[in-house]
């Protein structure tokens, strides 16, 4: 190698390999290389492809043929010359137009008069399948599949969802007035009232079921939440009361009768949306062009002392469930005290709550610095309210969504923060109706907020350089939710938080959730908790809002039931099945001879669990006359119930809870035996049905042949008319309604006795649990049944409490495990 080098030196022109390089001649032939990929790259080659077909498949969108914005910065200029050379042009149809409304609000309002929207509503009518509900388009499920999604999110990261359908009434007047009426509607039997010191405060939210003026047990309106404002004036209080839209105008007509209060305007009670023509529509959105969102209308009740105002539409409420609910508030929310800006200082408001109270901002921020740590939803009080006063949350958006975590591995709550919140913590000035209008008004537009971020920079959440105009401060209310106290199960499950907003800032705060890893969650993840938590509803069998549901249900059933042909649709006749629609809790109630007319769900905490000690208690010998004389109210009563299946099986709503033979308990053991069976009921309207229906095609056919006839005596010069109702259609209601009658008998036999085991009671919801790992259900029933069934337990063997479930579409009986909710 080296003689080779020796023989390169010596020839004249040559260069040693690796010793040296011609810088020259390397970079001109480098820079003809760049300039030829560059030519290559610039000139379109010879296809018929358009500049957006260029694209990845995954960024290709069908509206980029005619819509140059849609492409990207960078191509759009190539994509307009492009599309200007085609010889044939996209023509817009005139249906087009036609479909396209002239105005989007308009078309918004003239779509809002069946039910009204949320302010989410058309973020969750993409992704949501939207139902009809007390007056609401409400979302129920996603349409992807995420149930199991949604129960993960709940016990390992965090559910969001919009509960702004539940509405407030406040009261305002001296305190000793606002008790002496309040207390007529409940019972300390029931919980902790309105007077209760946890309550008194405003520290604490609480919950009660409330009855109709002096009806207690009887005349149950519903269950409502309530809050105390923290601010008291000459012995004035303020207090909401949150109610869900069922029992919300019936819960305000009973207030305004209890304290004798009188329309202070000419507004209704029930604040729908209007159903206005067209010009007068048109007259609002011009009138209100101006404004981000239009003014809700608050009717308000006076008196001489007192003052009642409906705030149904002026709030709204976002409900975050699980252990990094913390997490992601720290990320959507932002002391206002931390920002320095003109715009903040000129807040006549604001500067005077910061002068007046300091304290009450610093604790304040301390809270919420100590979100970011490892202290979970369940860690604060229970029930706590944290005032709080933030920016605007699309400010502190992430770039991308992601998964809020703890930034702190430490719990950074202090000890005496963990049992109880000191008052000036829960200051909000969300109270002042004055200060939530005027953050609606002075919110910014996305456009202009857009604007902003393109020109400041955003470093996080500690470090925030914005305009001096861009700020605006929104008061709201974090109240926390404790999750289930049992700790065999999942101790903790379903705690959170929930956020109340001024109207108008839902969404900005909902795409918050969302953008920091929330899963979205709607009417099914509602009732999914409920019946895992086995907490109680507001529409009990005994509520008007309770019997209306139970109609509607039965109603939809029904249509959905007869709209099967005949030989696709389930026989309840043959499996002794009289109510697979509906739980007939009047019949049932008679015949275990109870008062139809005055039954009412027992909701006294003492007694049911003392009849829960006894079920988990059978090895002791329940003397009978005792617990009869023990619990009076238990002879006259519907007592919630939770039912689990014990083995494998399907829980369905309606079904019938029944009582067990002894030699049903005793072959429990057997692992072969799912349950006894019923025996196949005769149908003795099966021969009457197949006469009628031959009738009927009979009469049809006569009939027909009669119109016939008739078509050909007319004159030829008559003009054809189509008719608009058929001559027929009033004998086919007829016949209709005489077959569902002969399907399911509307005269009824004794229910108690129909099978060949007793009937108990009803199971009204179900579903599939997983914690359990099995199906779960709350239904009621009567006392008398009840203490029928501690009857048979005693003289049994087993230790477990033991029924009967059958579901209303099969004839075997499941075994099942019952308790009592408490």
């Not at 140059?68 to 599309?83: G, N, T």
């Not at 007035?177 to 029931?190: A, E, F, R, S, T």
């Not at 405003?202 to 009887?218: F, L, Q």
């Not at 109210?633 to 067990?660: A, F, M």
Request: glycine residues 4%; charged residues 25%.
């Amino acid at each position: 190698m080296d003689h080779l080098h020796k023989i390169l030196d010596d020839i004249p022109g040559q260069v040693r390999p690796g010793n040296q390089v011609d810088v020259d001649s390397f970079l001109l032939a480098r820079n003809q290389e760049i300039q030829a990929l560059l030519k290559e790259i610039q000139t379109p080659k010879k296809c018929n492809k358009m500049i957006f077909q260029r694209l990845p498949k995954k960024m290709r969108r069908r509206v980029m043929s005619t819509t140059v914005k849609r492409m990207p910065k960078d191509l759009r200029a190539a994509h307009k010359k492009s599309i200007e050379k085609q010889i044939n042009k996209h023509v817009r149809r005139r249906k087009d137009y036609r479909r396209k409304p002239k105005s989007r609000r308009l078309d918004y309002m003239r779509r809002q008069k069946n039910g009204k929207w949320l302010e989410t509503h058309i973020w969750f009518a993409k992704r949501f399948h939207i139902v009809l509900k007390d007056g609401y388009k409400l979302p129920k499920s996603s349409h992807d599949k995420t149930y199991r999604a949604c129960y993960r999110a709940i016990g390992n990261h965090c559910l969001a969802q919009d509960v702004s359908y539940m509405s407030c009434i406040e009261l305002k007047g001296p305190y000793d007035q606002l008790i002496k009426g309040l207390m007529h509607h409940v019972n300390q039997d029931c919980g902790r009232t309105f007077k209760a010191k946890c309550y008194e405060q405003g520290t604490r939210e609480g919950s009660i079921c409330m009855y109709k003026n002096g009806t207690y047990p009887h005349g149950a309106i519903g269950r409502v939440s309530f809050l105390w404002d923290t601010c008291v004036k000459d012995k004035m209080r303020a207090i909401w009361i949150w109610a869900e839209p069922s029992i919300y105008s019936q819960l305000a007509k009973e207030l305004q009768t209890t304290f004798n209060l009188k329309q202070n305007n000419s507004d209704s009670l029930e604040s729908g949306p209007p159903v206005l023509k067209k010009p007068k529509l048109l007259e609002i959105i011009k009138s209100s062009k101006n404004t981000v969102i239009p003014t809700v209308q608050t009717p308000s009740f006076v008196n001489s002392t007192m003052e009642m105002t409906l705030l149904k539409g002026s709030l709204n409420r976002l409900r975050i469930t699980g252990p990094l609910s913390n997490s992601v508030l720290s990320r959507i929310l932002y002391p206002a005290i931390l920002v320095n800006s003109k715009k903040i200082i000129e807040e006549k408001w604001w500067s005077s709550h910061l002068n007046n109270l300091k304290n009450s901002t610093d604790i304040q921020t301390k809270l919420w610095e100590s979100l970011n740590g490892a202290d979970r939803p369940e860690s604060y009080p229970a029930n706590c309210v944290i005032g709080f006063h933030t920016i605007d949350p699309r400010l502190v958006f992430p770039m991308k969504r992601t998964k809020a975590l703890p930034i702190s591995k430490d719990f950074l709550l202090t000890e005496d923060y963990s049992f109880q919140l000191p008052t000036v913590a829960s200051v909000s000035k969300i109270w002042d109706s004055k200060v939530r209008n005027r953050s609606t008004q002075n919110k910014m537009s996305n456009c202009e907020i857009n604007k902003l971020r393109s020109n400041c920079v955003i470093n996080g959440n500690d470090k925030i350089a914005l305009d001096e105009h861009s700020m605006s401060i929104i008061p709201i209310l974090l109240i926390q939710r404790p999750g289930q106290y049992h700790p065999i199960t999942r101790p903790g499950y379903g705690s959170g938080w929930d956020i109340i907003l001024p109207a108008g800032w839902a969404m900005p705060f909902w795409l918050g959730l969302i953008m920091n890893g929330c899963q979205p969650g709607g009417l099914r993840e509602t009732t999914t908790m409920i019946l895992e938590r086995c907490l109680p509803r507001s529409d009990e069998p005994d509520t008007d809002a309770g019997n209306l549901r139970a109609m509607l249900e039965k109603e939809e059933a029904m249509k959905k039931h007869f709209r099967l042909p005949p030989q696709m649709r389930v026989n309840y006749i043959k499996l002794g099945f009289q109510t697979p629609f509906h739980c007939p809790w009047d019949i049932l109630c008679n015949e275990w001879m109870l008062d139809s007319n005055n039954k009412f769900v027992l909701r006294n905490i003492k007694l049911l669990a003392q009849l829960q000690n006894l079920t988990l208690n059978l090895k002791e010998k329940i003397n009978l006359e005792n617990l009869k004389s023990e619990f009076v109210d238990l002879q006259t009563c519907l007592v919630p119930i939770r039912l689990q299946l014990s083995q494998k099986g399907i829980l369905k709503p309606n079904s019938h809870v029944c009582l067990p033979t002894l030699d049903d308990l005793n072959n429990i053991g057997d692992k072969s035996n799912l349950g006894p069976l019923e025996k196949m009921h005769k149908d003795l309207n099966a021969f009457k049905r197949k006469v009628y229906r031959l009738e009927h095609k009979k009469l049809l056919r006569s009939l027909r042949r009669k119109r016939v006839l008739e078509k050909k005596k007319r004159n030829i010069l008559c003009k054809r008319f189509k008719l608009k109702v058929s001559p027929t259609s009033q004998i086919v209601k007829e016949y209709l309604n005489q077959m569902k009658k002969l399907w399911i008998p509307e005269e009824q036999t004794p229910l108690k006795h129909s099978c060949s085991r007793v009937i108990l009671g009803f199971s009204c919801n179900s579903h599939f649990s997983f914690t359990k790992s099995k199906y779960v259900g709350i239904g009621y029933m009567p006392g008398p049944a009840l203490i029928e069934l501690f009857n048979l337990w005693s003289e049994s063997k087993t230790n477990l409490p033991y029924v009967l479930v059958r579901n209303p579409s099969t004839n075997n009986y499941r075994y099942a495990l019952l308790s009592i909710t408490t």
